[in-house]
């Protein structure tokens, strides 16, 4: 089963991304904040990460950046998720590692579909 | 005498003893019904995932349509902030279903200024085009904070005929809007605000000019090219000239060539022309380059500092005009080595810290 780790600060985003991915037929893990985000992360092995930028501890392009110099979670795609809709945020998270990034407010609708694309394309 | 003295302590003793059970018993109660209602809320959340993801079984549906608790309004409407799409589709029509969006619409005349800038809020995210009237008169609120909110939400509504109403709250004396606040709803609202924001440029308000001019500016709306030329060229404010330097520069059509090297001329104020060279080296080009470098070496440095800035953002037709200056030995080599070595340092960085860039 592939496995997607969300890590957001926001218990309604959580539990709506949730659903929506383990309805889809993932197998999800969640946690608040960046620093639990690397932990869970080093520890499951996700296919998959979905961060939120703005998350206590460590932002999600602080994570975006840890991962990619880790040589377990390095190929891992990361989904970046945020209320920063600016240019420069969107660049930001590209140079960071990211593998795509979206602006809340956000469809859950979109985010499956993105999610099917960036797991397709690394598949 | 000591009987009465002794009573008096006793019946002080016991009214202390039951203040105290008496605070015991208020905040046991309190933290119960707020574990109580973060439980409702936790299960309400995730009836609301499930009838937002259209998974609800009718039952279910039933149950939160007809529910009429606190927390399920909280709930829908903090989701509403978040999601977009058909999620929000399906959370708007649940709202209007249970005569939320026609409250808020009362609310937005009500004394309290915090209940009336969250029905401002709410009446925003919710987008219906009831709302822009009563958010149109919230412009004129008495309050600063009412006004801000209502502008944002008109933003979010994106209609374009509330364009007027928030152009004209710039100029309000004593109940104005901040420049800021109007130009992010325009930019929110979009191109189609575009022609109606036009006709701003020739309102009698200078603050609405400046806005105008800096909304077309940041839409790169070509067809005003030759209007904010006009205005560059004639306007009796120093601001709304240089609002419109910089729109033609964001433009970027070279028609507006000409009125910016009239205004790059010495004959002008200073903010004007470093702003008119930058827009000059947006527009780009060889000939406005060699036309830019003229500037470097002026006696006055913000203008030589500025011309030999825009020049190093015009690519490697700017960075050969500099490489020229700075090797002729004229009193701009300096500007012009100043600026390379800066153009050098900033690659450098870029190249070891790309997340910086």
């Given at each position: 089963?592939?496995?997607?780790?969300?890590?957001?600060?926001?218990?309604?985003?959580?539990?709506?991304?949730?659903?929506?991915?383990?309805?889809?037929?993932?197998?999800?893990?969640?946690?608040?904040?960046?620093?639990?985000?690397l932990?869970?992360a080093r520890e499951v092995h996700p296919?998959?990460?979905?961060?939120?930028?703005?998350?206590?501890?460590?932002?999600?392009?602080?994570?975006?950046?840890?991962a990619?110099k880790d040589p377990d979670l390095s190929k891992v795609?990361?989904?970046?998720?945020?209320?920063?809709?600016?240019?420069?945020?969107?660049?930001?998270?590209?140079?960071?590692?990211?593998?795509?990034?979206?602006?809340?407010?956000?469809?859950?609708?979109?985010?499956?579909?993105?999610?099917?694309?960036?797991?397709?394309?690394?598949? | 005498?000591?009987?009465?003295?002794?009573?008096?302590?006793?019946?002080?003793?016991?009214?202390?003893?039951?203040?105290?059970?008496?605070?015991?018993?208020?905040?046991?109660?309190?933290?119960?019904?707020?574990?109580?209602?973060?439980?409702?809320?936790?299960?309400?959340?995730?009836?609301?995932?499930?009838?937002?993801?259209?998974?609800?079984?009718?039952?279910?549906?039933?149950?939160?349509?007809?529910?009429?608790?606190?927390?399920?309004?909280?709930?829908?409407?903090?989701?509403?902030?978040?999601?977009?799409?058909?999620?929000?589709?399906?959370?708007?029509?649940?709202?209007?279903?249970?005569?939320?969006?026609?409250?808020?619409?009362?609310?937005?005349?009500?004394?309290?200024?915090?209940?009336?800038?969250?029905?401002?809020?709410?009446?925003?995210?919710?987008?219906?085009?009831?709302?822009?009237?009563?958010?149109?008169?919230?412009?004129?609120?008495?309050?600063?904070?009412?006004?801000?909110?209502?502008?944002?939400?008109?933003?979010?509504?994106?209609?374009?005929?509330?364009?007027?109403?928030?152009?004209?709250?710039?100029?309000?004396?004593?109940?104005?809007?901040?420049?800021?606040?109007?130009?992010?709803?325009?930019?929110?609202?979009?191109?189609?605000?575009?022609?109606?924001?036009?006709?701003?440029?020739?309102?009698?308000?200078?603050?609405?000019?400046?806005?105008?001019?800096?909304?077309?500016?940041?839409?790169?709306?070509?067809?005003?090219?030759?209007?904010?030329?006009?205005?560059?060229?004639?306007?009796?404010?120093?601001?709304?000239?240089?609002?419109?330097?910089?729109?033609?520069?964001?433009?970027?059509?070279?028609?507006?060539?000409?009125?910016?090297?009239?205004?790059?001329?010495?004959?002008?104020?200073?903010?004007?022309?470093?702003?008119?060279?930058?827009?000059?080296?947006?527009?780009?080009?060889?000939?406005?380059?060699?036309?830019?470098?003229?500037?470097?070496?002026?006696?006055?440095?913000?203008?030589?500092?500025?011309?030999?800035?825009?020049?190093?953002?015009?690519?490697?037709?700017?960075?050969?005009?500099?490489?020229?200056?700075?090797?002729?030995?004229?009193?701009?080599?300096?500007?012009?080595?100043?600026?390379?070595?800066?153009?050098?340092?900033?690659?450098?960085?870029?190249?070891?810290?790309?997340?910086?860039?």
């Amino acid at each position: 089963m592939t496995k997607i780790l969300i890590a957001d600060d926001d218990q309604d985003i959580v539990e709506l991304v949730n659903y929506k991915l383990t309805q889809s037929g993932y197998d999800v893990t969640a946690v608040a904040d960046g620093k639990a985000a690397l932990e869970m992360a080093r520890e499951v092995h996700p296919d998959l990460m979905i961060l939120d930028v703005m998350m206590p501890f460590h932002s999600g392009i602080d994570v975006t950046l840890e991962a990619r110099k880790d040589p377990d979670l390095s190929k891992v795609p990361i989904i970046l998720l945020t209320a920063k809709s600016m240019e420069q945020d969107t660049e930001r998270g590209f140079a960071a590692g990211a593998t795509d990034y979206m602006t809340k407010p956000f469809s859950p609708r979109e985010l499956l579909s993105r999610v099917q694309a960036v797991l397709a394309r690394d598949a | 005498m000591r009987f009465a003295l002794i009573a008096s302590v006793l019946l002080l003793s016991t009214l202390i003893v039951l203040m105290l059970i008496a605070t015991g018993i208020i905040r046991l109660v309190r933290t119960h019904s707020e574990i109580r209602s973060l439980a409702n809320r936790a299960q309400l959340r995730q009836l609301f995932v499930k009838f937002v993801s259209e998974d609800l079984d009718p039952s279910e549906l039933r149950q939160l349509k007809t529910s009429r608790s606190t927390e399920l309004g909280e709930l829908s409407e903090a989701m509403l902030s978040k999601v977009k799409g058909s999620a929000k589709d399906i959370l708007v029509s649940f709202l209007e279903s249970r005569g939320t969006v026609e409250q808020a619409i009362r609310r937005t005349t009500r004394s309290g200024y915090l209940g009336r800038c969250r029905a401002a809020t709410f009446l925003g995210h919710v987008g219906s085009p009831q709302a822009r009237k009563p958010l149109e008169a919230m412009l004129r609120d008495r309050k600063r904070d009412v006004r801000i909110t209502a502008a944002r939400s008109l933003g979010q509504l994106g209609d374009a005929k509330s364009v007027p109403s928030l152009l004209s709250g710039l100029d309000n004396r004593r109940r104005s809007l901040p420049f800021s606040t109007v130009l992010v709803a325009l930019m929110r609202i979009g191109s189609s605000a575009q022609d109606l924001v036009g006709d701003g440029l020739q309102a009698a308000g200078e603050r609405q000019r400046e806005v105008a001019a800096e909304f077309l500016g940041l839409m790169g709306a070509i067809k005003f090219t030759a209007t904010l030329s006009e205005l560059l060229a004639n306007d009796p404010s120093l601001d709304v000239r240089i609002r419109c330097a910089r729109a033609l520069g964001r433009i970027g059509s070279p028609s507006a060539i000409a009125s910016l090297t009239r205004c790059i001329e010495s004959d002008n104020p200073v903010g004007l022309r470093t702003v008119s060279c930058g827009a000059l080296a947006a527009i780009g080009g060889r000939e406005v380059a060699m036309l830019i470098c003229k500037l470097i070496g002026e006696d006055d440095y913000q203008i030589s500092l500025a011309a030999a800035k825009a020049v190093s953002q015009m690519g490697p037709v700017g960075i050969e005009c500099l490489d020229q200056i700075a090797s002729s030995g004229s009193p701009g080599a300096p500007y012009a080595k100043e600026v390379l070595a800066r153009a050098a340092a900033r690659m450098v960085g870029k190249a070891r810290n790309p997340s910086e860039s």
